[in-house]
């Protein structure tokens, strides 16, 4: 059974919502970047002071930023003995994903699955809009989905030639799109 996963998809393909319920069901740490940033927001802290704007903007916070957030947990688990995790929303550019191998080294962990979520724009505009998270203004959403082309696209090709890229359909009801991903990790 497949434990350090990874889920890439632009937003609203639904990578949280099947990450925290496959994560639950295996005991895997879920890492949302995502949901980091927002809690540091809410915290009021100086790192959710610096990425507020950027996030309402729609555009990505500094590499920096995010490694720091991701490598305190990974080491932390890591220390505690644990070791399957599920990164969504991490990496979202290439540098983010070669400073993740570089991470990952250290721990002496391999991705084992890159599970791409994929949706059309139509569908994702239309979950996003009745979310109405900060960000889910049509303005904001259309901007995420070009940084999503410009910036994160390119990964879907980066694990791929790696052999470790698996699509799936995220199109349909959340339990069936469910079991479309366990398919792949078993
Ligand atoms: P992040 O929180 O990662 O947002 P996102 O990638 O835009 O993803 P979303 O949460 O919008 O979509 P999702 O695919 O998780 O779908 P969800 O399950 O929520 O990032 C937000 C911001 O933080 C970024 O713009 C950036 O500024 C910053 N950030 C984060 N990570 C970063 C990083 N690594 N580097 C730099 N900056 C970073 O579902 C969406 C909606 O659809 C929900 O309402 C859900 O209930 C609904 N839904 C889900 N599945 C279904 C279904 N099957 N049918 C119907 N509705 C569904």
Do not use: C
């Not at 005991?27 to 540091?40: I, W, Y």
């Not at 239309?126 to 960000?135: H, K, T």
């Not at 940084?147 to 339990?175: C, F, M, N």
């Not at 479309?180 to 990790?185: K, Q």
Request: proline share 3%; aromatic share 4%.
């Amino acid at each position: 059974m497949k434990q350090r996963l990874l889920f890439l998809g632009p937003p609203g393909a639904g990578k949280g919502t099947q990450a925290e319920q496959l994560a639950k069901g295996r005991q895997l740490l879920h890492l949302s970047t995502g949901d980091l940033l927002r809690a540091e927001v809410k915290a009021g802290s100086a790192l959710g002071q610096q990425a507020e704007a950027v996030m309402a903007r729609g555009e990505l916070v500094s590499d920096a930023l995010v490694l720091a957030i991701v490598r305190s947990r990974l080491e932390r688990q890591a220390e505690e003995g644990g070791s399957g995790w599920l990164l969504d929303g991490f990496p979202r550019n290439l540098a983010q994903a070669e400073a993740l191998e570089r991470l990952l080294a250290e721990l002496g962990q391999q991705i084992e699955i890159v599970v791409l979520l994929e949706l059309d724009d139509s569908v994702l505009l239309q979950r996003l809009l009745s979310r109405g998270r900060a960000d889910d203004n049509e303005a904001v959403i259309r901007h995420r989905l070009e940084v999503y082309r410009e910036q994160t696209a390119p990964l879907i090709r980066y694990y791929q030639e790696k052999g470790l890229l698996e699509g799936v359909d995220a199109s349909g009801p959340v339990e069936a799109i469910a079991a479309r991903i366990t398919a792949l990790l078993d």
